[in-house]
């Protein structure tokens, strides 16, 4: 309200009542307190309930009856942000008449202390709205229960599912994607999947690959999942009796043949497409945990390198990739056999972002880069972000060095190789953004500004953040040194803008 007078009332009905569809019930219902305009709730022909439980089991199941039968208009969203006291009563509140033509449904467990592996409810697949569901979101949800045979069980309608910070056993998880032909957003944050077969029978003595079919999925996010599995091994006492523990699932077959636009975050496993993705559009793969390598007793960097290039090149048919990594040097592929052996071709794609800490010492993290160049042969756009933190970087100085006279400088051209192997960089590539910290005068950022300008020979435009608000003005003098440099030799001139953060 105040001295502009009560602008929200002037909002036409269609507005408000959209307004409404996402406020909790509570407030909504207030609104009728706020002025004369509203005396006349809005809220019942919003077509939403959101609903927040309280202490009282017996009054929110009465509160939520109360406001699915209030509503004027068809209820088309349904939100239950759930306690752990009354997520027994979920199934009672689906199978009310008034909610059985929800379009998006929210599940939102809560818990006082917020206790990751807490799961408070299991939900009964059946109670669900089947013929209008297009939208559901779980959040702490420790599985799905089925009463109905498989062959019975159809959300033809269901097109979007998210689930987080919840347990689901793979073959349970499977049967309800099986049953929603139209579903074809897949969202999974810090999710736990168990792999192991049905009722834990015929445990294996080894971890094996295990299978996710996903045959309408158009995006498919793997967020900080955990694929685990439980196995028989023999007792140390003796080879007759077997203890059962749990181990990661090391290998994932993703049969998602739609797939436009995939984002994995976690664990480096040996993820595999049973049928590649022929019309992949984005790619985000992020390997920079803490913990993104396998936990084992015999670490192999060899392995980790063929295991990483493998997974990448799943998306060979992608236009846009983005990938994190938490050191540069782990992903340098050194020599020419292996490169030959690993490095996938990049045939469709783009734009490429790639984001890693480098080391001070050495020459594998800008062998990573061509590496990365080398798969690309119609590269666009290139982002680089090197500001990231790294424990085994030098401290940095006081004061940035001008980077007008370095003291030194390693051509990284020197490492190219025979010029055919980088097409992308010599015909395509016309953008360039570097993010880096200007430590020292002969710093990889430096280097490789100074490579992109004598190599890429249809640059347009290199967009830099040193660390330093005028370093591009510093970078004007030898940008028409490079410019000039480049015109004798038939290439475009480029320009140096700063890089918004």
Not at 476 to 484: D, V, Y
């Amino acid at each position: 309200m105040g001295r502009g007078g009560d602008r929200l009332s002037e909002l036409p009905d269609d507005l408000l009542r959209r307004i409404l569809h996402f406020a909790p019930l509570k407030q909504a219902a207030s609104t009728t307190a706020l002025s004369r305009r509203w005396r006349t709730p809005l809220w019942p022909s919003s077509g939403a309930v959101n609903l927040e439980t309280g202490a009282d089991r017996a009054r929110f199941f009465s509160a939520a009856r109360a406001a699915l039968d209030a509503a004027d208009v068809r209820v088309t969203r349904l939100t239950l942000r759930l306690d752990s006291k009354s997520t027994i009563l979920v199934d009672a509140v689906l199978s009310y008449q008034a909610a059985r033509r929800v379009k998006e449904l929210r599940l939102v467990a809560k818990d006082p202390s917020d206790y990751y592996p807490k799961y408070l409810y299991t939900l009964t697949v059946d109670s669900l709205p089947l013929k209008t569901l297009r939208f559901l979101q779980l959040t702490k949800c420790n599985g799905f229960l089925y009463k109905t045979e498989a062959a019975a069980l159809v959300l033809p309608r269901l097109s979007s599912l998210r689930l987080s910070r919840c347990s689901h056993r793979l073959s349970s998880l499977q049967r309800f994607i099986d049953a929603a032909p139209a579903l074809a957003a897949i969202r999974l944050h810090h999710v736990i999947i168990d792999a192991t077969d049905k009722d834990g029978a015929n445990l294996p003595l080894s971890p094996t690959t295990r299978c996710f079919v996903c045959p309408a999925a158009t995006v498919l996010v793997l967020d900080s999942c955990t694929w685990e599995e439980k196995i028989r091994r023999r007792n140390d006492c003796t080879s007759i009796y077997y203890h059962t523990v749990t181990v990661d699932v090391l290998g994932v077959e993703i049969n998602a043949p739609r797939l436009r636009r995939f984002k994995y975050k976690g664990l480096l496993r040996s993820f595999s497409f049973s049928t590649r993705p022929l019309e992949l559009e984005q790619v985000d793969l992020d390997f920079s945990g803490p913990d993104y390598k396998r936990k084992k007793l015999d670490p192999d960097p060899d392995r980790d390198l063929a295991i990483f290039w493998r997974f990448v090149g799943n998306f060979t048919s992608t236009r846009e990739m983005r990938l994190r990594v938490k050191h540069l040097e782990e992903i340098a592929v050194l020599s020419e056999a292996r490169r030959v052996e690993l490095l996938p071709m990049f045939r469709r794609l783009q734009r490429l972002e790639v984001q890693g800490a480098p080391s001070t010492k050495g020459k594998s993290a800008p062998l990573a880069i061509l590496n990365l160049l080398r798969c690309c042969p119609v590269l666009s756009a290139l982002r680089i972000n090197l500001a990231t933190k790294n424990q085994n970087d030098a401290p940095k100085k006081e004061g940035a060095p001008d980077a007008r006279n370095p003291q030194k400088e390693i051509q990284v051209a020197a490492l190219l190789g025979p010029s055919h192997h980088f097409q992308g960089l010599r015909s395509s590539l016309r953008r360039v953004a570097l993010r880096f910290r200007l430590e020292k005068s002969d710093c990889l950022g430096i280097k490789l500004m100074k490579f992109f300008a004598e190599n890429a020979m249809v640059l347009e435009e290199m967009r830099i953040d040193g660390g330093e608000e005028k370093f591009c003005e510093h970078m004007n003098p030898r940008t028409e040194k490079w410019n000039s440099k480049r015109r004798k030799l038939g290439a475009t001139s480029f320009v140096v803008l700063p890089l918004k953060r």
